[in-house]
């Protein structure tokens, strides 16, 4: 074909043309050999297979993450796990579920507890401002809560035994530092450390806090 006619064909009758020319020799074959054609693939599907087959396969592994709850519909989350622990199970000084039974039955636990390490840092369960730095205990000056209030969605979290690394007015962002895990061995020797998170739902009920935060698998290559 000339350039000149070439240049008069339509771009759709160019395509057509091009995959004839690239797909005709294949049915040529399958003509001609019929039974070969019926047992093997095409040469370029071949390639295309063993191509597939020589790449080197990447391991997927799962690995299990927190997600916190998005309460205003932003597509963000809105709550963060304050050490990245797991809540606190059966030690002898009780479990760290929230509802657990304490003093006996005659009280309910009103938090979650997060396991961590002493000395580790601690993330700001929720956006907002810190309204309260306090002791968790009275005549206990090493054990202290942090807590911040997020006015926008009305919840309040406070975050317990913790050494704080921030002041009360201050503006803190969803997992930002808010400060460092204290021991509890001197008050409760063999308890599993742990920062014991509350968290207040508009109206000031304390709510499960590990409804808000869970964990979901999720694949990395």
Not at 26 to 51: Q, S, T, W, Y
Not at 89 to 98: A, I, L, R, T
Not at 156 to 177: D, I, N, Q, T, W
Request: charged residues 20%; neutral net charge.
């Amino acid at each position: 074909m000339n350039l000149t006619v070439a240049k008069t064909i339509r771009p759709a009758m160019r395509c057509v043309i091009g995959l004839a020319t690239i797909f005709a020799p294949m049915v040529v074959a399958a003509m001609e050999h019929p039974d070969a054609a019926r047992n093997r693939p095409a040469p370029m599907v071949r390639r295309l297979l063993d191509g597939i087959a020589a790449r080197p396969q990447q391991p997927v592994r799962q690995e299990l993450v927190w997600s916190g709850t998005d309460v205003d519909g932003d597509g963000a989350a809105d709550f963060a796990n304050p050490t990245g622990g797991m809540p606190r199970g059966h030690d002898e000084f009780g479990e760290g579920q929230f509802g657990a039974r304490r003093d006996g039955g005659a009280r309910s636990h009103e938090g979650v507890d997060y396991v961590a390490v002493a000395g580790q840092g601690v993330r700001a369960p929720i956006s907002g401002y810190v309204t309260k730095i306090g002791l968790a205990y009275a005549g206990s000056p090493d054990l202290q809560f942090v807590e911040i209030t997020n006015p926008a969605l009305g919840y309040v979290a406070r975050a317990f035994y913790v050494s704080p690394e921030v002041k009360v007015g201050e503006v803190v962002r969803l997992g930002e530092a808010i400060g460092r895990v204290e021991s509890l061995q001197r008050h409760y020797p063999g308890i599993t450390d742990h920062v014991h998170l509350e968290v207040l739902q508009p109206g000031g009920e304390r709510v499960n806090a590990a409804r808000l935060i869970v964990t979901k698998l999720v694949a990395r290559a």
